[in-house]
């Protein structure tokens, strides 16, 4: 089975730190670009950060100098780092990977997704 599973989210104060991780099962992520995104209740689906094949990685302006993207290929974990949380970070986030394209392309029906982790900041 193919599977991303999203972990890490939580509760923390504005100016906190979380760790966003994704487990990945039945593909190798070197292999896909794969990327963290954010959805708010009635909003649309936002790229946060996306790293491709050969490491490179492109992030929203939003979260720059705050988060970073990386990867553990052996461990098949993808980890987003959060620093400096501010209020509007609040969301729900998702990992997403894409074996065609980078950056992800979220409309199509081969793109994976996790099922997402709520990160909340007070």
């Known amino acids: 089975d193919v599977q991303l599973v999203e972990s890490g989210g939580g509760e923390v104060q504005a100016g906190g730190s979380l760790r966003l991780s994704c487990a990945a099962s039945?593909?190798?992520?070197?292999?896909?670009?794969m990327g963290w995104f954010r959805q708010r209740p009635g909003k649309g689906r936002e790229a946060v950060e996306e790293?491709?094949?050969?490491?490179?990685?492109r992030y929203a302006e939003s979260v720059k100098g705050r988060f970073t993207i990386s990867k553990d290929n052996a461990k098949r974990i993808l980890y987003l780092q959060m620093n400096n949380l501010q209020p509007e970070d609040s969301s729900m986030y998702y990992c997403?990977?894409?074996?065609?394209?980078?950056?992800?392309?979220?409309?199509?029906?081969?793109?994976?997704w996790g099922r997402g982790t709520q990160v909340t900041v007070s």
């Open positions: 997403a990977a894409d074996v065609y394209s980078c950056p992800v392309a979220v409309r199509q029906p081969h793109v994976l």
């Open positions: 790293i491709d094949t050969s490491g490179t990685s």
């Open positions: 039945g593909l190798t992520l070197d292999q896909y670009c």
